[in-house]
Protein backbone atom coordinates (compact mmCIF):
# COMPACT_ATOMS: atom_id res chain seq x y z
CA UNK A 1 0.00 0.00 0.00
CA UNK A 2 1.84 3.27 -1.35
CA UNK A 3 0.90 6.41 0.85
CA UNK A 4 2.15 9.66 0.52
CA UNK A 5 2.10 12.17 3.04
CA UNK A 6 2.89 15.98 2.54
CA UNK A 7 3.89 18.71 5.32
CA UNK A 8 5.00 21.92 4.91
CA UNK A 9 3.03 25.26 3.17
CA UNK A 10 1.23 27.55 4.83
CA UNK A 11 1.37 31.41 3.95
CA UNK A 12 3.81 33.28 3.01
CA UNK A 13 4.66 37.01 2.02
CA UNK A 14 5.74 37.47 -1.75
CA UNK A 15 9.70 37.17 -2.04
CA UNK A 16 9.33 34.55 1.01
CA UNK A 17 10.53 31.07 0.93
CA UNK A 18 8.85 28.06 1.94
CA UNK A 19 9.33 24.33 2.25
CA UNK A 20 7.13 21.12 1.18
CA UNK A 21 7.88 17.52 2.35
CA UNK A 22 5.95 14.49 1.00
CA UNK A 23 7.30 11.23 2.79
CA UNK A 24 6.28 8.11 0.95
CA UNK A 25 6.25 4.46 2.52
CA UNK A 26 5.09 1.12 0.74
CA UNK A 27 7.16 1.55 -2.35
CA UNK A 28 10.72 1.89 -3.88
CA UNK A 29 12.56 2.48 -6.86
CA UNK A 30 9.99 5.30 -7.86
CA UNK A 31 10.48 8.67 -9.69
CA UNK A 32 8.60 11.83 -7.66
CA UNK A 33 6.46 14.44 -8.92
CA UNK A 34 5.58 17.84 -7.68
CA UNK A 35 1.92 19.59 -9.24
CA UNK A 36 -0.18 22.38 -8.12
CA UNK A 37 -3.60 23.75 -8.78
CA UNK A 38 -4.86 27.34 -8.79
CA UNK A 39 -8.27 27.74 -8.03
CA UNK A 40 -10.20 27.83 -11.06
CA UNK A 41 -7.12 26.19 -12.79
CA UNK A 42 -6.35 22.88 -14.02
CA UNK A 43 -4.34 21.32 -12.31
CA UNK A 44 -0.23 22.18 -13.27
CA UNK A 45 3.29 20.27 -13.47
CA UNK A 46 5.37 22.31 -11.34
CA UNK A 47 8.40 19.68 -11.04
CA UNK A 48 9.98 16.66 -11.30
CA UNK A 49 12.69 14.02 -10.03
CA UNK A 50 13.86 10.68 -10.69
CA UNK A 51 14.77 7.79 -8.43
CA UNK A 52 18.44 8.48 -7.84
CA UNK A 53 17.93 12.13 -7.69
CA UNK A 54 20.19 13.07 -10.57
CA UNK A 55 17.38 14.33 -13.02
CA UNK A 56 15.45 16.82 -12.34
CA UNK A 57 12.65 19.03 -14.37
CA UNK A 58 10.60 22.21 -13.98
CA UNK A 59 8.40 23.99 -15.46
CA UNK A 60 9.06 27.72 -17.18
CA UNK A 61 7.31 29.61 -14.38
CA UNK A 62 9.31 28.30 -11.54
CA UNK A 63 12.49 27.20 -12.86
CA UNK A 64 15.63 28.84 -11.17
CA UNK A 65 13.17 29.63 -8.02
CA UNK A 66 11.71 26.18 -7.20
CA UNK A 67 14.13 22.96 -6.61
CA UNK A 68 13.01 19.77 -6.06
CA UNK A 69 15.36 16.98 -4.36
CA UNK A 70 15.61 13.62 -2.28
CA UNK A 71 16.64 11.95 0.77
CA UNK A 72 16.17 8.41 -0.37
CA UNK A 73 17.32 7.35 3.02
CA UNK A 74 13.71 8.83 4.54
CA UNK A 75 11.70 8.32 1.12
CA UNK A 76 11.18 12.12 1.45
CA UNK A 77 10.80 14.43 -1.76
CA UNK A 78 11.15 18.45 -1.33
CA UNK A 79 10.50 21.20 -3.05
CA UNK A 80 12.47 23.96 -1.86
CA UNK A 81 10.06 27.27 -3.20
CA UNK A 82 12.25 31.12 -3.03
CA UNK A 83 10.93 34.37 -4.45
CA UNK A 84 7.27 33.43 -3.87
CA UNK A 85 4.67 35.12 -5.81
CA UNK A 86 1.04 36.17 -5.83
CA UNK A 87 0.96 33.71 -8.23
CA UNK A 88 2.25 30.94 -6.63
CA UNK A 89 -0.69 30.40 -4.90
CA UNK A 90 -2.56 26.70 -5.37
CA UNK A 91 -3.18 23.61 -3.46
CA UNK A 92 0.16 21.95 -4.83
CA UNK A 93 0.56 17.83 -4.81
CA UNK A 94 3.21 15.34 -4.38
CA UNK A 95 2.70 12.23 -6.84
CA UNK A 96 4.63 9.47 -7.18
CA UNK A 97 5.72 7.68 -10.70
CA UNK A 98 7.43 5.63 -12.76
CA UNK A 99 9.76 7.70 -14.05
CA UNK A 100 10.19 11.68 -14.18
CA UNK A 101 7.15 12.98 -16.35
CA UNK A 102 5.82 16.56 -16.38
CA UNK A 103 2.41 14.52 -17.29
CA UNK A 104 0.30 13.96 -14.65
CA UNK A 105 -1.20 10.87 -15.94
CA UNK A 106 2.20 9.22 -15.70
CA UNK A 107 1.43 9.44 -11.53
CA UNK A 108 0.21 6.57 -9.83
CA UNK A 109 -0.47 7.68 -6.33
CA UNK A 110 -0.77 11.64 -5.27
CA UNK A 111 -0.46 13.25 -1.79
CA UNK A 112 -3.44 14.41 -0.11
CA UNK A 113 -2.34 18.22 -1.11
CA UNK A 114 -1.48 21.48 0.99
CA UNK A 115 -2.14 25.34 0.50
CA UNK A 116 0.09 27.59 -1.08
CA UNK A 117 -0.73 31.01 -0.54
CA UNK A 118 1.17 34.12 -1.55
CA UNK A 119 0.44 37.67 -0.19
CA UNK A 120 1.25 40.52 -1.97
Known amino acids: QVQLVQSGGGLMQAGGSLRLSCAAS??????MGWFRQAPGKEREFVAA????????YYAASVEGRFTISRDNAKNTVYLQMNSLKPEDTAVYYC???????????????WGQGTQVTVSS
Open 95 to 109: ALGAGAYSDQRRYNY
Open 26 to 31: GHTFYA
Open 49 to 56: INWSGDTT
